[in-house]
Nanobody, 119 residues
Framework: QVQLVESGGGLVQAGGSLRLSCAASGSGFSIIDMGWYRRAPGKQRELVAHFTSGGSTNYADSVKVRFTISRDNAKNTVYLQMNSLKHEDTAVYYC?????????????WGQGTQVTVSS
């Protein structure tokens, strides 16, 4: 069974920075793609930044330039560097991975980490 463990959320002032980390653990799996979603109060979950299966990246228009996704394949870890944070970035950030155990593919979600940006 694959688990995703996030860290790095917290409270920051507008204009500040935070770095989120998400590590995948378990055995007998391969990561197909991995990235970050968020859910703001009263809103639907939305994609923030994500690696595709081909290794390219997708970003929400609202975070382009300000956020950078990176990864360490050896550690099965993905990072989200968030700069120039805005109040509207306040949300619970969820790590997501599409994984395979060679028999089937499935989605795995982290427990979420709160990011609060004070204006």
């Amino acid at each position: 069974q694959v688990q995703l463990v996030e860290s790095g959320g917290g409270l920051v002032q507008a204009g500040g920075s935070l770095r989120l980390s998400c590590a995948a653990s378990g055995s007998g799996f391969s990561i197909i793609d991995m990235g970050w979603y968020r859910r703001a109060p009263g809103k639907q979950r939305e994609l923030v930044a994500h690696f595709t299966s081909g290794g390219s990246t997708n970003y929400a228009d609202s975070v382009k330039v300000r956020f950078t996704i990176s990864r360490d394949n050896a550690k099965n870890t993905v990072y989200l560097q968030m700069n120039s944070l805005k109040h509207e970035d306040t949300a619970v950030y969820y790590c997501h991975a599409r994984v395979t155990n060679a028999l089937w593919e499935y989605d795995v979600w982290g427990q979420g980490t709160q990011v609060t940006v004070s204006s």
